[in-house]
């Protein structure tokens, strides 16, 4: 069945420093993938999305890029806060319904 | 507009008890998703309904059961709990059916079993 595999965490950076959160999927047909975000004692928030390949998602200075060729879907920001701390999910969706298919999660620090 | 509301947001319940979770979705959203969220298992699906039908449902054991109603509003139950069943419940909303529309996310209700 479809899945995703992320980089396991915790990641710790820096204030400004340059993220990357690899992020790579398997799936049958041609998903939606999308990067949320969770703040402690929060629930889901959508970062950003791509709906086919070769489509850039960008949100708060945050970008991923749909890439079919690698089945990978990678997010970067150019110069973090500490603000962006929280736990990063990967996720697809299947284009005939709404489940949503999530990766175990990446915990990013940034210390300040 | 309000977002989608979760209630209670803390419960602890005994093990063997059943529970009820209520989720209200954003008003106009007709679909309706649930996730038990777990350090151990992280994110995983358990139904889907929209216009009070279930279209997709996660592999969980029988125990675990929702509903929509006609307003949208959904709730989860969970009969016979274990102790593995302490999770943080999420449920999210989204206009239609369909991959690509976003999902808005409940802060979720914190279910402990002891």
């Known amino acids: 069945g479809d899945s995703v595999t992320q980089m396991e965490g915790p990641v710790t950076l820096s204030e400004e420093a340059f993220l990357t959160i690899n992020c790579t999927y398997t799936a049958t047909g041609y998903p939606s993938l999308f990067w949320y975000v969770q703040y402690p004692g929060e629930g889901l928030q959508l970062l950003l999305k791509a709906t086919k390949a070769d489509d850039k998602g960008s949100n708060k200075g945050f970008e991923a890029t749909y890439r079919k060729e690698t089945t990978s879907f990678h997010l970067e920001k150019g110069s973090v806060q500490v603000s962006d701390s929280a736990v990063y999910f990967c996720?697809?969706?299947?284009?005939?319904?709404?489940?949503?298919?999530f990766g175990k999660g990446t915990r990013l620090h940034i210390l300040p | 507009k309000a977002g989608v509301t979760q209630t209670p947001r803390y419960l602890i319940k005994t093990r063997g008890q059943q529970v009820t979770l209520s989720c209200s979705p954003i008003s106009g959203h007709r679909s309706v998703s649930w996730y038990q969220q777990t350090p151990g298992q992280g994110l995983q699906f358990l139904f889907e309904y929209f216009s009070e039908t279930q279209r997709n449902k996660g592999n969980f054991p029988g125990r675990f059961s929702g509903r929509q109603f006609s307003n949208s509003r959904s709730e989860m139950n969970v009969s016979t709990l274990e102790l593995g069943d302490s999770a943080l419940y999420l449920c999210?909303?989204?206009?239609?059916?369909?991959?690509?529309?976003?999902?808005?996310f409940g802060q979720g209700t914190r279910l402990t079993v002891v």
């Open positions: 996720a697809l969706s299947d284009q005939e319904d709404d489940k949503i298919i």
């Open positions: 999210a909303s989204s206009l239609v059916l369909g991959g690509g529309t976003e999902a808005f």
